[in-house]
């Protein structure tokens, strides 16, 4: 009887081992599940900040091609007007020769 009680402990024992074994891998699995998970979405907000980012670089690009197109058109404007003011004067002082 004893023997037998011995043996039963030791299949008992035996399988509460194998049962934490793949309580284990379960646990790791389930971690490493985690882990890609988590990575996965840091790796989509990192994609979407960059894409945030360079569309933010492009409108200021484009602002900055703005202003500039507007500068040089005021200077284009008032070098003509300039010029036309200049004309206008010649033309007028030779009206009054």
């Known amino acids: 009887m004893l023997i037998l009680s011995n043996n039963e402990n030791k299949s008992i024992l035996k399988l509460k081992r194998d049962n ?15 882990i890609n998970f988590q990575q996965t979405e840091i790796e989509k ?6 894409k945030k980012t360079e569309a933010l670089k492009k409108q ?10 507007k500068a040089l058109a005021q200077l284009r ?3 003509k007007a300039t010029k036309i003011l200049k004309e206008a004067e010649a033309f007028r002082d030779e009206q009054k020769i």
Do not use: G, P, W, Y
């Not at 934490?20 to 599940?33: N, P, R």
């Not at 907000?45 to 960059?50: D, F, K, L, S």
């Not at 200021?60 to 197109?69: F, G, H, K, L, Q």
């Open 20 to 34: 934490m074994q793949v309580l284990f891998k379960l646990q790791h699995d389930l971690d490493v599940e985690e």
């Open 45 to 50: 907000e990192t994609e979407q900040i960059i």
């Open 60 to 69: 200021s690009c484009r602002v900055i091609d703005a202003e500039n197109i």
């Open 77 to 79: 404007s008032e070098a």
